[in-house]
């Protein structure tokens, strides 16, 4: 099964910094999903790009999808010290009508205050 | 609130002594997944159930198994649990065509 990679696995930064995550992975996707991962917890979804979408924004996050690279970044403005978490990208194929998720390694993030 | 409930959050259990983790839902959602995260990985599908059609993951050991009684529950059944399976399990649901997954707190296995 195909899985994104995200590239760097640990970042650390003071709070008010911008934090950019890569990932990409290896074959044909439906959409590309980010997820974060507080310590200890389930996962929580961030934002959704879809395969013939570019760059898509939500609040401090902006995400963007390069498909000729298999490639993506998550970018995250005026970081704070809530932002500290693994965050997770997962590519999505769609199997017998419904979505399956292939997760990437993830990256931690430590946002100093 | 609409909500994905993982019961235990942590459980503790012998080698090969059979152990079920448990996944309820109020959000309706008609598919249901169980991932397994290992120490700094990512998740791993282990299968799903779409409504009632279970859909096992090609790799997915035959120890780990499911069921899923109704919409709300989903179980997750290890028959013989080894030193390798302490991991966090992730319970998680969807409702096609959307297409993001809502995640439970998962539950933390320690096999001894």
């Known amino acids: 099964s195909q899985q994104g990679e995200e590239d760097p696995q640990a970042l650390s930064i003071q709070e008010g910094e911008n934090a950019t995550m890569n990932c990409s992975y290896k074959?044909?996707?439906?959409?590309l999903q980010w997820y974060r991962q507080n310590s200890g917890r389930g996962l929580v979804h961030l934002i959704l790009?879809?395969?013939?979408?570019r760059e898509k924004h939500s609040g401090r996050l902006r995400v963007t999808l390069d498909t000729s690279k298999k490639s993506s970044s998550l970018l995250i403005t005026a970081s704070r010290a809530a932002d500290t978490a693994s965050y997770f990208c997962?590519?999505?194929?769609?199997?017998?009508?419904?979505?399956?998720?292939?997760f990437g390694k993830g990256n931690q993030v430590v946002v100093i205050p | 609130d609409a909500m994905v409930i993982q019961n235990p959050r942590y459980q503790v259990t012998q080698f090969g002594k059979p152990v079920t983790l448990s996944c309820s839902q109020t959000l309706n959602h008609n598919v249901m997944y169980w991932y397994q995260q290992k120490s700094s990985q990512a998740p791993k599908l282990l299968f799903h159930?779409?409504?009632?059609?279970?859909?096992n993951e090609a790799d997915t050991p035959d120890n780990f198994q499911s069921r899923r009684p109704n919409t709300s529950f989903c179980f997750l059944d290890i028959r013989s649990p080894g030193l390798g399976d302490a991991a966090m399990y992730l319970c998680a649901t969807s409702r096609p065509p959307m297409e993001t997954q809502y995640f439970g707190p998962g539950t933390r296995l320690l096999v001894l």
């Open positions: 074959t044909s996707i439906n959409n």
């Open positions: 997962a590519t999505s194929t769609h199997h017998y009508g419904n979505n399956r998720l292939a």
């Open positions: 159930y779409y409504d009632k059609d279970f859909n």
């Open positions: 790009i879809r395969s013939n979408e």
